[in-house]
């Protein structure tokens, strides 16, 4: 698989520049405040894993994952307010990191549809 990491870049947003072919996505510690349907939507049909630990991230557009094979993500230490929606890639994601994020409540609903989540870490969060 192809890994790409973009550490400590004072990026603002998701490149758009990422090989077609990536599987692991790494961009931590960036100043990046949104998931866009466009920085991801049926670009990278490999990409399985995205950590975006310590960012602003405050929104996930609804299909933003759209055409891609996640099975991890993890947005710890962001600025989430709401659990984001991930039904693009309910049949393949199984471990969610939200830890320290700012999510005041998870319904059933939000989660129940994950058919295959394994793992779930909400942990730091004021719920």
């Known amino acids: 698989g192809v890994t790409v990491n973009f550490y400590s870049q ?23 405040t949104a998931i866009r349907q466009s920085d991801l939507n049926d670009k990278y049909p490999d990409l399985d894993f995205i950590g975006m630990l310590h960012n602003r991230v405050a929104s996930v557009e609804v299909g933003c994952f759209k055409g891609t094979a ?3 993500i993890s947005l710890n230490f962001n600025k989430l307010t709401t ?3 991930f039904r693009e890639v309910k049949d393949t994601l199984a471990s969610v990191k939200l830890a320290s994020n700012s999510i005041v409540k998870v319904s059933s609903e939000e989660i129940s549809y994950l058919s295959k989540l394994t793992s779930l870490n909400l942990k730091g969060n004021p719920l």
Not at 13 to 30: C, E, F, Q
């Open 70 to 72: 996640l099975t991890g």
């Open 10 to 32: 004072g990026l603002t947003a998701i490149p758009s520049d990422i090989t077609s072919t990536v599987t692991k996505l790494g961009l931590y510690d960036n100043q990046i």
């Open 83 to 85: 659990f984001p929606d």
